[in-house]
């Protein structure tokens, strides 16, 4: 296969002219990496990524070279940065006096050789013609090979597309948009100049809130044999790179995607407050997980339902979930043996589940938290189902429709999952509970006949 190349040229400007000339260079496009959050321009410990760049220069050190493309379709800039925005930024800031360098000194404080030098210390800039949007993304993560950045920034270099600018619009306030991102993301900026999240216990240090709702945007994504999309399964960062690389993916589509995504994140909005309420802290990244996920097994086991306390609800799944993160000598015996579980390393229960939390692949790892905190939470007690059609898990009906042969319960007709439901032997409006006892596969058009009735009073209508 064979490319047409796209044209470049290589020049020396000194800082004195580029900062001159900044204003023409869009230094923050969405593609670029932000600044590395909530980490300060002055460094206490140790110097700053802002601190070492301009100490790096006045040490004669070349910064490295600088990639920008020429625009041709901005009325506001006349290139766009590809390769070096921090650079850029740090180097323009640091000239205006907004930060000082490890030893206390700002620009306005350095001798009048020490600002000449840096003035006129020349900078490489490879500009390219003008590329298509997703060649700027593909230049910058050809660049960034061999250097630390993380996936979700390469990501994030796929710059305006439709899938790229609905995550992190969300997840963000991005520069030069008029969008105001979920609330569950909301923060305040103490006097540290620090960002403080009321709602979640961990940052967006390196894009970590955008990496979350990209996972939650592929479950969306994701189509089962069924055509159906939703519930528990991977999200790895290479299932995410196949969706923002998905040209297919039109802005109506992502749109669709991103209502299912909003409502999720309210539900943990939801989670988060009651968690500010009983711990005095926002939800953890594990817990941000683990209510998802259970958002996810709900959302496609039960259709149509509401959860009548939501503060019951998240106190019944943290009481269940806390046991989890004691020590190891303070957990419940059963968290302390050893999990057999066949895709997994020998680990204790414990063990398993914090992993679980942290882990996108595979299915099984995805699914076992969910599963073990349903052992101690009585999901049904929280839940109300408006379409009790889905009342049974899936899991549960697939075991028994199997139990019974593939058969109906009612008049012992050739049933399949497509073609059956599950039913309450003792009705639920009479106390029936939702357990596999309980359970029995009955032809559709049974189960839409019986109304409330259980299984046993249908069959005596019937006389079967």
């Known amino acids: 296969m064979t490319t047409t190349p796209y044209l470049y040229k290589k020049i020396q400007k000194t800082i004195r002219e580029f900062i001159d000339e900044y204003y023409r260079i869009d230094c923050q496009p969405v593609g670029q990496r932000l600044d590395v959050t909530d980490q300060k321009l002055e460094g206490t410990s140790k110097p700053s990524k802002a601190q070492g760049i301009i100490e790096t220069i006045l ?222 802290r926002g939800l953890t990244q594990k817990e941000f997980n683990l209510f998802t996920r259970l958002y996810l097994y709900m959302e496609y086991e039960y259709g149509d339902y509401n959860i009548e306390e939501p503060h019951n609800f998240f106190k019944g799944v943290n009481d269940a979930f806390k046991p989890y993160m004691l020590k190891h000598e303070d957990q419940p015996a059963k968290l302390q043996k050893v999990a057999k579980l066949g895709w997994s390393n020998e680990k204790t229960r414990s063990e398993q589940m914090r992993s679980s939390l942290t882990e996108y692949r595979p299915t099984a790892s995805v699914k076992q938290p969910v599963e073990w905190i349903l052992e101690d939470f009585d999901i049904a007690q929280y839940v109300t189902v408006k379409d009790k059609r889905r009342l049974f898990p899936r899991e549960m009906r697939e075991f028994i429709l199997s139990k019974q042969d593939y058969k109906c319960a009612i008049d012992g007709s050739k049933i399949c999952m497509k073609t059956s439901q599950g039913a309450h032997i003792k009705a639920h409006s009479k106390g029936g509970m939702t357990t596999l006892k309980n359970l029995a596969m009955v032809a559709t058009h049974h189960n839409k006949d019986m109304g409330s009735m259980s299984v046993t009073e249908y069959k005596q209508i019937l006389g079967a």
């Open 59 to 280: 040490r004669g050190i070349d910064i490295g070279q600088i990639t920008i493309v020429k625009l041709s379709d901005s009325v506001e800039f006349d290139f766009e940065s590809i390769d070096g925005g921090h650079r850029k930024r740090y180097i323009k800031m640091f000239t205006e006096n907004k930060f000082c360098l490890f030893d206390g000194r700002k620009y306005s404080d350095l001798s009048k050789e020490e600002r000449n030098f840096i003035l006129n210390t020349e900078l490489t800039f490879c500009i390219y013609d003008d590329l298509p949007v997703y060649e700027k993304g593909y230049t910058f993560r050809t660049l960034n090979l061999t250097t630390d950045v993380k996936h979700m920034e390469m990501l994030n270099s796929f710059g305006d597309i439709p899938i790229a600018n609905a995550i992190r619009e969300i997840s963000r306030k991005v520069k030069g948009i008029k969008s105001k991102p979920h609330s569950l993301f909301e923060f305040t900026i103490n006097a540290d100049d620090v960002k403080k999240y009321p709602w979640l216990s961990f940052v967006n240090k390196r894009l970590l809130h955008d990496e979350l709702v990209a996972r939650i945007f592929f479950r969306y994504y994701d189509t089962n044999e069924q055509g159906e999309t939703g519930g528990l399964g991977t999200s790895t960062d290479t299932d995410i790179e196949k969706m923002y690389s998905d040209v297919s993916l039109t802005q109506e589509k992502v749109d669709k995607m991103k209502k299912k995504v909003i409502k999720l994140l309210d539900f943990l909005e939801e989670m988060a407050y009651w968690c500010k309420r009983y711990n005095n």
